[in-house]
């Protein structure tokens, strides 16, 4: 049987291409080989300076009032913005040394609210001069790891979970709708506050017995942000980033203008452009949010999730940036997992990818954004009186210590 002229001309074609490919193997392979070589060694380099470290979880319990702006956070990134142990070629490729990484956590477990922050225990000192500095009634100890006591994934685990980061609709150098745009700079009286955070509080705080919900945002601090490609990866620089958009968003209408057919920029357009301007002066951080909703499978309400990923929605705007969900644990249609067990790997590894804080480094990788402080102050800050949920915990006054000059 003489066999179809397409399909023999493209047997034909890879008998040729294969002969081909092992003539000139000596020219092509110890290339390829030496690309895998190298980024198999700084994956596994990095790998294992991540599992060496060790970090620890501090808990943060607001006293009982509770006035200052974001403007106290942003004061606390700026010091936490640490760019160290990345200093060359030798410590990054050869050693796997990377940025610290911090975790800004906000958690309802059965609706009772907490905040968290996760750290290498070298820099606990740090963090809490900082807060300290800025709230002098705040409470802060170290906890237990509140995401290891679920055991989701356990043979016999009677937990469902839903879960979804989080990224921006636009290029990072446009911010998301930060405090200033809400009036909240100065400090102004807390009945006429208009928090942000304020929907997110009373989301976590919503949820009843059986019902958990984390919030994730991990963090460190941004110098060039590593993007696909070459052997080492690319990478970008968002501040570059930022000023070239506002150079062609600024030579448009100068084209237009030496074009005869010139509009003014729109106010948007115009504000755009300040905002980005803005954005990129303050340090930044790489950022990456992971929000998860687990529940017990009687108490799973699949209605929560439409409130979790709208709780979001107030940091957006369409001069601006805003957020996006993605990496879902779902699927849109049927056919792309008949069987179950891809959603079962996607809700497995973000679940274990939350209890990682993984994010920036091997096995947990993916490409972050880049935030700047007040748009991180912005989406996680201490809400003052305005936010009243019953089961946002404060405590009354901060414990006393003893005067430093006691006798023995």
């Given amino acids: 049987m003489t066999p179809n002229p397409l399909v023999r001309f493209l047997l034909d074609g890879l008998v040729h291409a294969l002969s081909a490919m092992n003539e000139t193997a000596l020219l092509w392979l110890p290339p390829v080989l030496g690309v895998i070589l190298v980024r198999s060694w700084i994956y596994y380099v990095r790998m294992q300076f991540n599992l060496s470290r060790q970090y620890i979880l501090l808990e943060i319990k607001l006293p009982k009032e509770t006035f200052k702006s974001p403007v106290a956070i942003e004061m606390i990134l700026n010091g936490i913005n640490l760019t160290i142990r990345e200093g060359n070629w030798y410590v990054k490729y050869i050693k796997g040394m990377s940025r610290p990484i911090f975790s800004l956590e906000m958690v309802s477990i059965e609706g009772n609210v907490r905040f968290f922050i996760r750290t290498e225990p070298d820099f606990r000192k740090l963090i809490e001069t900082q807060i300290y500095a800025q709230y002098p009634n705040i409470e802060i100890f170290e906890a237990s790891d509140y995401a290891t006591h679920v055991p989701y994934g356990q043979p016999g685990s009677d937990w469902e979970l839903f879960g979804m980061e989080l990224?921006?609709?636009?290029?990072?150098?446009?911010?998301?709708?930060?405090?200033?745009?809400?009036?909240?700079?100065?400090?102004?009286?807390e009945e006429f506050k208009i928090d942000p955070i304020a929907p997110i509080i009373?989301?976590?705080?919503?949820?009843?017995?059986?019902?958990?919900?984390w919030i994730q945002i991990v963090i460190r601090g941004a110098k060039t942000k590593e993007v696909p490609g070459g052997i080492f990866g690319k990478e970008t620089d968002w501040r570059k980033e930022g000023s070239a958009l506002v150079k062609e968003m600024k030579a448009k209408s100068y084209e237009a203008k030496k074009e005869?057919?010139?509009?003014?920029?729109?106010?948007?357009?115009?504000?755009?452009?300040?905002?980005?301007?803005?954005?990129?002066?303050?340090?930044?951080?790489?950022?990456?949010?992971?929000?998860?909703?687990?529940?017990?499978?009687?108490?799973?309400?699949?209605?929560?999730?439409?409130?979790?990923?709208?709780?979001?929605?107030?940091?957006?705007?369409a001069d601006l940036n805003g957020f996006k969900p993605t990496n879902v644990t779902s699927f849109n249609f049927p056919w792309q997992d008949f069987t179950g067990k891809r959603l079962a790997e996607k809700k497995a590894g973000i679940f274990n990818a939350y209890v990682a804080r993984g994010f920036f480094n091997p096995p947990f990788k993916s490409i972050p954004m880049v935030m700047n402080?007040?748009?991180?102050?912005?989406?996680?800050?201490?809400?003052?009186q305005v936010i009243r949920t019953p089961t946002f915990e404060r405590i009354e006054s901060r414990k006393g210590e003893p005067p430093v000059n006691l006798p023995f």
């Fill in 202 to 213: 009373e989301f976590l705080g919503s949820l009843g017995k059986g019902e958990q919900s």
């Fill in 167 to 189: 990224a921006f609709t636009k290029p990072d150098p446009y911010p998301i709708k930060t405090y200033p745009l809400y009036g909240l700079e100065g400090n102004p009286k």
């Fill in 373 to 384: 402080t007040e748009e991180l102050a912005t989406v996680f800050h201490f809400p003052g």
């Fill in 260 to 317: 005869g057919a010139f509009t003014a920029p729109t106010k948007g357009e115009m504000e755009s452009i300040a905002a980005i301007e803005r954005a990129i002066t303050k340090p930044g951080f790489d950022t990456g949010i992971r929000v998860l909703y687990i529940a017990k499978k009687d108490s799973f309400d699949k209605m929560v999730i439409s409130t979790m990923t709208n709780a979001f929605k107030q940091f957006g705007s």
